[in-house]
C-alpha cells in the first residue's frame, strides 16, 4: 500500500501541482483510505518528501558516474558535449523512474518549482547543490576563459529548458505544425545538448552592459 500511495500522489503532484492535491485524492488514486496516507508519511510534506528521497538518490549517482565519465574526453568540445549529456541525460530516463529521475519526477520538479513551494526549495538546494557544482566546476574547467558567474547563469537557464521541456513536449509538436515530435527523448537531448553546449561558449557578457 505505501508503494501505491507514493505513486498516486507523484502521478497527482506532477500534473496538477502540490497544493491543488489533497491527502483523500491521494487515497482515492492509490485506492486507500486516508488514514493510510497519514500512517505512513504523517503529512502530505512528508509524503512529498519521500517522494524527493526516492528520486534525488539514484539521479545525483547516474550524473556523477557520467560526469566523470565526461571530464576524462580529451576534446574539448567532445567534453562540453559529453558534461552537459551526463547532466540531461538522467531527467529522461523513463524505463525506471527510480534509476535516474524519470520524465514524471522533472514534471513534478518544475510544477513545485512554478508553485514556490518552500519545503520543495530546500529539499533542491540541500539534495541538490552539490552536484550542480561539480558540474559547474567542469564546465569551468573546459571553458577556463569565461567567468564562473557567467556559467551559473548558462546553467540555470539549462535547467529551465529541461523543465520545459520535459513539461511541454507538445508545444514543440504543435509550433513544428507536426514536423517534430516533442516526445521524441532523444531527438530533445541532442537539441538540448547542442543549444547549451553553443551558449556555454558564447563569449563572456561585458561588465558594462550588466552595470
Known amino acids: 500500500m505505501r508503494e501505491a500511495i507514493l505513486a498516486a500522489a507523484e502521478e497527482l ?3 496538477y501541482g502540490f497544493n491543488a492535491v489533497s491527502v483523500r485524492d491521494i487515497a482515492q488514486a492509490a485506492g486507500a483510505n486516508p488514514g493510510s496516507v497519514t500512517y505512513h508519511f504523517k503529512t502530505k510534506d512528508g509524503l512529498l518528501l519521500e517522494i524527493y ?3 534525488c538518490g539514484p539521479m545525483n ?3 556523477s558516474e557520467l560526469l566523470a565519465a565526461a571530464r576524462r574526453v580529451r576534446d574539448v568540445q567532445d567534453r562540453l558535449e ?3 549529456r551526463a547532466y540531461v541525460l538522467p531527467a529522461f530516463t523513463s524505463g525506471s523512474d527510480l534509476a535516474g529521475g524519470g520524465t514524471r519526477f522533472t514534471r513534478l520538479r518544475a510544477i513545485m518549482s512554478a508553485e514556490g513551494n518552500e519545503v520543495v526549495r530546500k529539499i533542491i538546494a540541500q539534495t541538490f547543490d552539490d552536484t550542480s557544482h561539480a558540474f559547474i566546476d567542469a564546465i ?3 571553458l577556463p576563459h569565461i567567468p564562473r558567474t557567467d556559467l551559473v547563469w548558462r ?3 539549462l535547467l529551465g529548458a529541461l523543465y520545459y521541456t520535459l ?8 509550433l513544428s505544425r507536426g514536423s517534430a515530435e516533442g516526445t521524441d527523448a532523444g531527438h530533445a537531448i541532442e537539441e538540448l545538448v547542442r543549444a547549451t553546449v ?3 561558449q558564447a563569449p563572456p557578457l561585458d561588465p558594462a552592459i550588466s552595470a
Do not use: K, M, Q
Open 198 to 200: 553553443a551558449a556555454l
Open 53 to 55: 528521497r526516492r528520486h
Open 82 to 84: 559529453a558534461i552537459v
Open 155 to 157: 546553467g540555470h537557464f
Open 13 to 15: 503532484f506532477s500534473t
Open 167 to 174: 513539461v511541454t513536449p507538445e508545444r514543440v509538436s504543435r
Open 140 to 142: 569551468h574547467d573546459s
Open 61 to 63: 549517482r547516474r550524473r
